[in-house]
């Protein structure tokens, strides 16, 4: 992976917010990917199977 570089100027801060936003989301969709192959694991924000409505 790329090394990035921290802002430098304030204009640059939102866009480096919004990048670690998108990291750590990206982060936990593949968290949650593993957990649920591993048949284990709580994942945030799951619905138990009985309660999903089908």
């Known amino acids: 992976m790329k090394a990035v570089k921290a802002p430098t ?3 640059e801060v939102p866009a480096a917010r919004e990048r670690v ?3 750590l989301g990206f982060i936990g969709y593949v968290e949650g990917i593993y957990l649920a192959t591993k048949g284990g694991g709580h994942v945030e924000g799951a619905v ?3 309660d999903c409505g089908h």
Do not use: L, N
């Open 21 to 23: 936003s998108e990291e």
């Open 9 to 11: 100027a304030a204009a």
């Open 48 to 50: 138990p199977a009985e």
